[in-house]
């Protein structure tokens, strides 16, 4: 089964590339940082509102696996899905698709999972997932729980 995925496309730059001429790997979890606020502005704009007034997305953890190389001016396709919802955090999956010249070549995968947490910065707590960030996840999910973010999507991780 495939899973929808929310798509940010990207021309790599010379300023993303090493000595070598391919892909500095610290550019694939900023890939996927402006994926996330792509979708925010995209499908969440409300959330962003949110976070101009207090909500705050915290990174708790991230990850990548790299399975091929691209260089400068590869054409790239960020593919970021829901992996897991619970009451305060939101996982994300990552695919990194290398899409130059029509063809689909898998080159990474990634995760991302943030806390959602509100109040002054040395004394935050977590709150829930905004019920808008929730309805606009639920399409590229699996499996989505009519019941919002109080359980989980795919694979819980019990947070």
């Known amino acids: 089964m495939t899973i929808p995925y929310y798509e940010l ?24 940082g402006r994926c996330r606020e792509m979708f925010l502005k995209d499908r969440a704009p409300s959330v962003i509102d ?12 991230v ?15 960020v ?10 955090q939101v996982e994300f999956a ?8 029509g063809r689909e070549v898998l080159v990474g995968r990634g995760r991302q999972r943030v806390a959602c947490m509100s109040g002054d910065n040395r004394a935050t707590t977590p709150t829930r997932v905004p019920e808008a960030l929730v309805a606009a996840l639920r399409p590229y999910a699996a499996t989505v729980p009519a019941d919002s973010a ?5 694979g819980s991780s019990g947070r």
């Open 150 to 154: 109080t359980s989980l999507v795919v």
């Open 94 to 101: 990552f695919e990194y698709v290398d899409v130059t010249g």
């Open 9 to 32: 496309r990207h021309t790599v730059g010379f300023e993303e590339t090493n000595l070598v001429g391919n892909v500095y790997y610290v550019n694939y979890l900023r890939w996927q």
């Open 63 to 77: 990850e990548c696996e790299y399975f091929g190389e691209i260089s400068a001016f590869d054409e790239l396709s």
């Open 79 to 88: 593919r970021m899905s829901l992996r897991d919802l619970t009451q305060t």
């Open 50 to 61: 949110e976070i101009r007034t207090g909500l705050k997305l915290f990174t708790v953890k």
